[in-house]
């Protein structure tokens, strides 16, 4: 079993910025993020092969939003600019046991806590 800690987020301002981490305990293959907002169902973020070649993400988040990852570190990130208040969510970090990158929530083994980001004016 894979345990995912997530770490970052908060409060911040509309335009401003913000960076995740996700840090695994074992391997991982492709590796993802998700967020919830209230009274939502989960939406997929982005996602990024175990190689980090490879990654995409939605429209609404496209060109704002980037995905990395430091595999000898055990360790994902999620950057993000020029936010807005429709970016306010609880964002969680997922993890597949093998397969490519994926947008579908169900694919995913592993799930951290949650961590909330709000983005206020």
């Known amino acids: 079993q894979v345990q995912l800690v997530e770490s970052g987020g908060g409060l911040v301002q509309p335009g401003g910025s913000l960076r995740f981490s996700c840090a695994a305990s074992?391997?991982?293959?492709?590796m993802g993020w998700f967020r919830q907002a209230a009274g939502k169902e989960r939406e997929f973020v982005a996602t990024?092969?175990?190689?980090?070649?490879?990654?995409y993400y939605p429209d609404s988040v496209k060109g704002r939003f980037t995905i990395a990852r430091d595999n000898a570190k055990g360790t994902m990130y999620l950057y993000m600019n020029s936010l807005i208040p429709e970016d306010t969510a609880v964002y969680y970090c997922?993890?597949?046991?093998?397969?490519?990158?994926?947008?579908?929530?169900?694919?995913?083994?592993?799930w951290g806590q949650g961590t909330q980001v709000t983005v206020f004016s």
């Open positions: 997922a993890a597949r046991k093998t397969g490519a990158t994926s947008s579908d929530s169900g694919n995913y083994d592993y």
């Open positions: 074992g391997r991982t293959f492709a």
């Open positions: 990024i092969s175990y190689t980090g070649d490879s990654s």
